[in-house]
């Protein structure tokens, strides 16, 4: 049993496989964020991570089909299981597995205390979105990114949403054509410019067949790799739901981990 830290997720992670280097399965316990500790502290070694989720909105646990229900998730660990390929990211020298959330995303992660995420879930995200959209001062950023067609896309966006994953934030599927496997992220960019297109997205997202895809402000473009910088002042970011990023930040391509789902 290891207990990951607040400000140093991956490290006794990875203090604790150097000292068991016989290690054949490891299983992360929390969320989304503790699932990508874990995948940071593997690195390159073929060792399968199952998960047992306790996070806020255990967005792996939807993409894999494991019961959100811990209890159930961790019984199914004594049956068989299936390995699933993810393709991990480099964003700025840390390890991402689903997804880089930088602009209204990012704020609400920093602003939303984890004490209230651990005791609401993601009812206090909802409450904090409630009440900081109305001061959102949609930062300005420039996305510059090689794009699956090899030519590259610039663009000036208010927020960008940088996935590996179908879903964001819980179980709707946000990017329905999304492939962790493959070599490429959907990025969405984004340029809302007032609170009215800022709620209508989000709203969007809630329902069936992805209709936020289809607003005017909205792109959906599949990118290689990308680079982030804000135009004026820095912009916050979370990575895999830990907001502890900032503009600039570089996304490219690292290594693959294997993850457990049911079989």
Known sequence: MVATEVHDMVGPIRRAL????????????????TVAACAAAIGN??????????GTTNVLAYELGVPTNPV???????????????????VSGRTMLLQLGVGFDGM???????RLKRALGFVAVVASALRHSVAFDFP???????LDTGSERTAVVTSVMVANAKRWA???????????????LDVLLLQY????????????ILFPGAPHLRLKYVEHVRMRRLRIEALGRPVEAHLDGEPDLMTPLDVEPLGRVQLLAPG
């Open 18 to 33: 150097a000292e068991h280097p016989d290690t054949t399965q490891v299983v992360a316990c929390g969320g989304d964020g």
């Open 45 to 54: 070694a073929a060792i399968p991570i199952g998960i047992v989720p306790t």
């Open 72 to 90: 159930r998730a961790a019984r199914l660990m004594a049956g068989e299981m299936r390995s699933v390929s993810y393709r991990t990211w480099s």
């Open 108 to 114: 609400l992660m920093w602003r939303t205390p984890r």
């Open 140 to 146: 300005k950023m420039r996305v510059t990114g090689a």
């Open 170 to 184: 819980g179980p709707q599927l946000a990017i329905p054509t999304a492939d962790p496997s493959d070599d490429l």
């Open 193 to 204: 410019r007032n609170f009215p297109q800022l709620a209508r997205f989000w709203i969007s």
